[in-house]
């Protein structure tokens, strides 16, 4: 194999950033592929067999491949983890990390196509020193799991990898539940044994139950995944099905055996006489020595504030029956806020093609129609005319989206609940008002 050191690393390009485990202002990542000349870059078609570990190995264990799963930060786009592959060969002065989590802000309509679910991620590689700088400078810790593969094992993974890592085939089509950096270095790492995995035992959890895991100290990102994705993530997901998330990758390998290998050192074996030894050979953790940096969270959550939604929403009834005053400006705010989610939840519904928003029956409720209404409404308010119209839309589309979550198991957090419950409340009040003042008008007209 030609030699590689530090002092042959190319830049992959000033266009590639990392994807949501890493900060947006992150530096470009370095390559490490093998020594080659100037003219000789990752834009050129090269023989990945030149560059193959050895059939012979000076050191005991080398080459070798490891999981690298990198602990969830704080900010929303860090807060599920991340996943790489280390190839480590100290013979040929090789340590490269092959990354599926970087995307180029280049890309034409970039945030078109972030907005509809097209954005297309790629394969890129650095050395495994600045991947650890940059997690040790956040303050995430690594877990570093070697696998156990043969050395022929390695030698197929290093052909696959750097086959993936050309220009031709190192884009793929970035989907966050079903083809992301872990399923992706999942996939290519099973592809490089003779054997199989034997996993172990299904979870038993929801797409929805692994998601909430990882956000149960971020209330409002969890609200928000709530009302985006629909009843495609509350049905039971097989464990290959919730590894889009690294830490599950990680807990499960550790549990897996594997067959295909024959060195007299099995710890089980199945019945048709399958030898089988433990998929990762050993596990360290790197601490870094800095804390992890903590956001700013708002005070209150989603709870609370429905809660108070609904109490601000009875008071303004209850004063408006007293003084028999409607107060418009408060449709405006608490039916505009049902819009305005309805657009991005229409939107996502009809035009993404983001994993389970298309199954999403809170479209039903929120969706653009009463945002069109809304303004005729205010103005039937404010010139005291009816408003049946608008009460008896928002009443059907009530009932239908109960209907439909409830027909399709749909799990819709409590929060939300309370604030269907204050836009319930409210347009039952518009219905009673009017009827109250019409009836007191009627009477006067009786007296007088």
């Avoid at 199989?196 to 139950?209: E, N």
């Avoid at 029956?321 to 519904?349: K, P, R």
């Avoid at 969706?367 to 308010?381: A, G, H, Q, T, Y």
Wanted: one cysteine or more; charged letters at 20%.
């Amino acid at each position: 194999m030609a030699k590689a050191s530090s002092d042959s690393i190319a830049a992959i390009s000033d266009s590639l950033r990392r994807d949501s485990s890493f900060e947006a202002e992150a530096p470009p990542q370095k390559s490490i592929l093998a020594e080659r000349s100037e003219t000789d870059s990752l834009t050129t078609e090269w023989d990945a067999s030149l560059y193959l570990p050895p059939d012979s190995l000076p050191l005991e264990g080398f080459p070798r491949v490891s999981l690298l799963t990198c602990s969830p930060a704080a900010k929303v786009w860090q807060q599920y983890g991340h996943t790489a592959l280390r190839y480590e060969d100290p013979s040929e002065n090789i340590d490269v990390v092959f990354n599926y989590g970087l995307f180029s802000f280049a890309t034409p309509h970039f945030i078109w196509r972030f907005c509809t679910g097209q954005t297309d991620y790629m394969l890129g590689a650095e050395e495994f020193s600045s991947f650890e700088e940059e997690y040790m400078e956040r303050g995430s810790p690594i877990v570093v799991q070697v696998l156990n593969m043969t050395p022929a094992e390695v030698a197929r993974f290093w052909t696959l990898i750097t086959e993936n890592c050309r220009p031709t085939n190192r884009v793929y089509r970035y989907n966050f539940l079903y083809k992301n950096c872990s399923t992706m270095a999942r996939d290519i790492a099973l592809q490089s044994i003779e054997g199989r995995l034997v996993p172990p035992a299904d979870d038993s959890l929801t797409l929805r139950q692994i998601l909430h895991s990882f956000n149960s100290s971020y209330p409002w990102t969890s609200f928000g995944i709530d009302l985006l994705l629909g009843y495609e993530v509350d049905r039971p997901a097989s464990n290959a099905q919730g590894e889009f998330a690294p830490e599950l990758v990680m807990r499960h390998w550790a549990l897996s055996k594997r067959t295909g290998i024959s060195d007299g050192l099995a710890q089980d074996s199945l019945s048709r006489g399958e030898v089988l030894l433990p998929w990762v050979k050993s596990q360290t953790r790197i601490i870094p020595e800095k804390p992890m940096a903590q956001p700013f969270h708002f005070p209150l959550t989603p709870m609370q504030v429905m809660i108070l939604v609904l109490l601000l929403t009875a008071i303004v009834c209850t004063l408006e029956l007293l003084t028999e005053h409607v107060h418009w400006w408060y449709d405006l705010i608490l039916y505009g806020v049902q819009g305005v989610a309805g657009i991005i939840i229409f939107f996502l519904f009809f035009f993404s093609a983001h994993p389970a928003v298309g199954t999403n029956m809170l479209v039903f409720l929120f969706n653009p129609v009463i945002l069109l209404l809304l303004p005729i409404m205010i103005v039937r308010v404010i010139r005291h005319k009816s408003v049946l119209f608008f009460c008896w839309t928002e009443l059907v589309l009530t009932a239908a989206f109960a209907s439909a979550v409830l027909i399709a198991h749909q799990s819709v957090p409590l929060a939300l609940w309370i604030f269907v419950g204050a836009l319930l409340l409210r347009t039952t009040h518009h219905l009673i008002l009017r009827n109250y003042i019409n009836a007191r008008m009627r009477k006067e007209k009786k007296i007088f």
